[in-house]
Structures are given as structure tokens and as C-alpha cells.
């Protein structure tokens, strides 16, 4: 689960920032060409998290991202994310292991909210 707290909050005092230090899922391929794909993008990734890329920079940064990780065609962002990302969410929703296998990961809360209200409305059966 995850939890969005803006630094402006007063919750922000009694929260611990975790790094994030090594990508799990490089744990658990055999193919050399995959695995070397994931220790690519585990490397990028945390550059990302590290504040690392386009340095020096005052906390705010461009970052180029990976032309293979683009979604280049779309009409509604947050619909071809979801399907990327998600790609049989109608048959693999009550998958606890295939929700967990991924994420997205966003800027801000509404951006969070819209995905999260988008997904709810695509799963069968009522939200409440």
C-alpha cells in the first residue's frame, strides 16, 4: 500500500524516508538478456530516486526517460497507462500476485486519484 504525504503536511514530521536500494525482480530471471534489460532500468531507476539524474539541480529537473519506456500512442493518458501497466486487469484483478508484480508511480495525489478512479470504475462489482 501506498501512501501519498506532501511535505507541506503536518504528517510529514513523523514520516521515515526509505531509499529505495536494490529492484527484487532482478532476483528472479535466468535470461541473460532480460536480466540484463532489468539491471539497466534498475540502474536508471534509482538514479531517478537518488536525485541523481541531470545534476547538479536545485531539486527540480528534467529527466529524460527511456524511449522503450514511453508511451508514445494515446488518446487518454491514464487509460493506456493503466492498460501497460496492467495489462489483464479484468481477468487478474482478484491476483494478489499480479497487482503486487506491479506499480505506477506518480507526481501527485490527484494524478493518483484519477488512476485510482479510473481502475475502480474498469473492476466488476461495487467500489464501496
Known amino acids: 500500500t501506498s ?3 506532501s511535505k507541506n503536511s503536518y504528517l510529514w514530521e513523523h514520516c521515515k524516508v526509505v531509499r529505495l536500494t536494490k529492484i527484487m525482480c532482478l532476483q528472479s530471471t535466468g535470461d541473460h ?6 539491471k539497466k532500468f534498475s540502474k ?3 538514479c531517478v530516486g537518488d536525485g541523481k539524474l541531470s545534476e547538479p539541480n536545485d531539486g527540480y529537473a528534467e529527466i529524460g526517460i527511456p ?3 514511453l508511451i508514445k500512442e494515446f488518446t ?3 487509460k ?4 501497460v501497466i496492467y495489462p489483464s486487469l479484468l481477468k487478474q484483478h482478484n491476483n494478489v500476485d499480479f497487482l503486487k508484480s506491479r506499480a505506477i508511480l506518480v507526481s501527485n495525489i490527484d494524478t493518483m ?5 479510473y481502475v475502480l470504475s474498469l473492476i466488476p462489482g461495487d467500489a464501496n
Open 76 to 78: 487518454d493518458p491514464i
Open 33 to 38: 538478456k532480460e536480466l540484463a534489460a532489468l
Open 44 to 46: 536508471w531507476l534509482l
Open 113 to 117: 486519484d484519477k488512476i485510482n478512479e
Open 67 to 69: 524511449e522503450d519506456l
Open 80 to 83: 493506456a497507462i493503466v492498460q
Open 3 to 5: 501512501v501519498f504525504i
